[in-house]
């Protein structure tokens, strides 16, 4: 039986939860990131309203602003899309039991033999976009192909709320006169060279002699003529299966302003260690190993990392380690810029502590990520963070 891979990719994913989240933002030019200090900071996403005044992910916020002066700015709040991805992707493993993560906001779905249940493919793709609409306000591009490669394409090619279903013998006809710059993983280096050897269409490509691209391009020129004939990875690497623990869990973040003042700083690392250890706990991993990453307004940087008796999901314990580490690194020479926290030697978060005091903290932080998931993140929250 032929694969068939449905490909479902979020349509202006972290604008569009702050949307579903403020209903008051809906139709509205959002860009999530930060506007104070226009030219340290860049647009982390935009909805469509920002798009459609040429905003685009990636762009200064300096630029943002000058192209959309009337956008409204929302801090990137990581959490909450990374518990919103996690939910959708739960609500996919209700359609396939060969589901996996792409990223934080595309899927995919091994859907081959579902038209027995729902149909079609073309039933199936419209219940999954209800189901969303009616779970999280959110809408999504679905494409379905023979694979993966193909059905990202096609759900790129028919944004925001699309959907495209092509079979096996739709692609050559489908790709034919595609510009090879519409091929996802060819950027604008590649293009420039491709179109240097008189290769604009991706029907060019794959009659390309393959010898002359892995020339000019290694390996990847036998991918570039398999990808422009349509040829592209089945396999579905199963979320709902055991995977090999992530190396680390951390976060950083590009300041606004420098910091000088030492208790601002220390707020800012609080912040950062109550956002890894929210990750460390909807993840179920507990780390040994700390790291505190600080740079400078000149780039220059400091970095250390400890290794302690124990492990923890606990920002608060985190956030000691860390500033155990900070010790080592004064005084700096220079007011901060940027700064980082990760965890790593992670394992399985165990059950509760047998000692009462923290089987006692494990209980509250559960209470509190329930809150939070409830009512919102950081709806409750440390008080030294209303310095950052």
Not at 156 to 165: C, F, S, T, V
Not at 237 to 258: C, I, M
Not at 305 to 324: A, H, I
Not at 352 to 369: M, N, P
Request: charged share 20%; glycine share 6%; proline share 5%.
């Amino acid at each position: 039986m032929n694969k068939q891979i449905l490909h479902l990719d979020m349509d202006a994913f972290f604008a569009s939860v702050e949307q579903a989240a403020n209903p008051k933002l809906k139709a509205q030019p959002v860009i999530v990131g930060s506007r104070a200090n226009k030219k340290r900071t860049v647009v982390a996403a935009c909805s469509y309203p920002a798009k459609a005044k040429g905003v685009t992910s990636g762009m200064s916020t300096q630029e943002a602003l000058r192209l959309c002066p009337q956008a409204v700015f929302i801090p990137a709040d990581c959490p909450k899309y990374i518990y919103t991805a996690q939910r959708i992707l739960a609500l996919l493993q209700e359609f396939s039991p060969q589901t996996e993560m792409a990223s934080i906001d595309e899927f995919n779905l091994d859907i081959t033999g579902c038209e027995r249940i729902f149909g079609s493919w073309e039933n199936m793709a419209y219940l999954i976009k209800q189901k969303i609409h009616q779970q999280f306000d959110l809408t999504g591009s679905i494409g379905i192909a023979p694979n993966k490669l193909m059905a990202k394409l096609a759900a790129k090619m028919n944004k925001p709320d699309g959907l495209l279903i092509w079979k096996k013998s739709d692609l050559p006809g489908v790709l034919e006169n595609l510009p090879v710059e519409k091929l996802c993983g060819i950027g604008p280096k590649i293009t420039l060279y491709l179109n240097q050897m008189s290769i604009f269409t991706c029907g060019q490509l794959s009659r390309a002699e393959e010898d002359l691209l892995v020339s000019r391009f290694g390996q990847y020129g036998r991918w570039l003529k398999q990808t422009a004939r349509g040829e592209g990875q089945e396999q579905i690497e199963l979320s709902s299966q055991p995977e090999a623990l992530p190396k680390s869990v951390g976060h950083s973040y590009t300041l606004e302003t420098n910091i000088t003042s030492l208790s601002m700083l220390q707020a800012w690392i609080r912040l950062l260690c109550e956002m890894v250890a929210l990750r460390l706990r909807g993840l179920l991993l507990q780390g040994q190993i700390t790291h505190l990453y600080l740079r400078g307004p000149n780039l220059n940087w400091w970095s250390r990392q400890k290794k302690f008796s124990g492990t923890t999901f606990d920002g608060q314990v985190l956030y000691r380690r860390c500033l155990l580490i900070l010790q080592g690194l004064l005084p700096l020479n220079c007011p901060v810029r940027a700064l980082g926290v990760s965890v790593s030697g992670l394992t399985n978060a165990c059950a509760l502590s047998l000692f009462v005091e923290d089987r006692k903290r494990q209980e509250l932080l559960s209470a509190l990520d329930r809150i939070n998931g409830r009512f919102g993140d950081w709806s409750i929250y440390p008080a030294s963070l209303k310095r950052c």
